[in-house]
């Protein structure tokens, strides 16, 4: 199957409330620009190198997202290129994001990044940390760069009521964190979650978004 049919295939199959973030990362520009023209706007990668490098050649109406492992030093740079960056994983690096921000006077959206999974490989926040950067930072709800969500990753595994019962906990969090600390951030909405192998799973459990990367693409040769 070609590209632009596994696109409309998931699509055809997520709800209308549920927004697609195609994952590209190691294809190149043409694969992009398939899935572009048949619609898709919104885009993952998850390294800045090739993030900087497809940007450029690429149309300026794409939304990219930006769902990788982000070092301090790379924040400056990827502001002005970036929609969303899902992969909020430390206090420092999203205090490094406002800084920048500020500096470049751009409203950046960001996500929490939770750790749900059992890999002990995942980057991600617990619930208290979690709370330690809202319950600081939302009180001054002026900073340039905001918490519009969180997003997480299941464990690799064959296992789906595991998948189903990490996916229910991280929306347990979102709710939590809603409650608690963004009741009146209209802002704090989406819920990053599911990817090719489960977002069915995902969407169940309440996910707004998935990001779906093989099963559009095809497989990735690392
Ligand atoms: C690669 C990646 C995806 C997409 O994975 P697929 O299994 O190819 O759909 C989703 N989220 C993150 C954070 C990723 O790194």
């Known amino acids: 199957m070609s590209i632009v049919e596994n696109l409309n295939k998931v699509k055809k199959s997520i709800p209308k409330n549920v927004s697609l973030v195609a994952v590209s990362k190691f294809h190149p520009v043409e694969a992009i620009t398939e899935a572009y023209n048949a619609g898709q706007r919104i885009f993952g990668e998850s390294k800045m190198q090739e993030l ?42 999203f205090e490094e994001i406002i800084k920048e921000a500020e500096k470049q006077k751009k409203q950046m959206r960001c996500f929490l990044q939770i750790h749900i999974a059992q890999e002990t490989t995942k980057y991600g926040l617990t619930l208290n940390e979690c709370e330690n950067i809202l319950s600081k930072y939302v009180a001054n709800n002026n900073n340039s760069a905001y918490i519009g969500g969180l997003m997480g990753m299941a464990t690799n595994s064959d296992d789906e009521n595991l998948i189903k019962q990490e996916f229910a906990s991280m929306k347990k969090i979102f709710d939590t964190l809603k409650e608690k600390y963004l009741k009146n951030d209209s802002r704090f909405s989406e819920l990053s979650m599911g990817m090719s192998s489960d977002y069915p799973l995902a969407i169940e459990e309440g996910s707004t978004m998935i990001r779906v990367g093989s099963t559009i693409f095809g497989n990735r040769s690392y």
């Open 52 to 93: 900087t490098a497809k940007q450029p050649a690429l149309p300026k109406d794409i939304e990219w997202h930006f769902i990788g492992h982000l070092q301090r030093n790379k924040v400056k740079s990827i502001i002005p290129i970036v929609h969303t960056i899902h992969s909020v994983d430390s206090e420092r690096l």
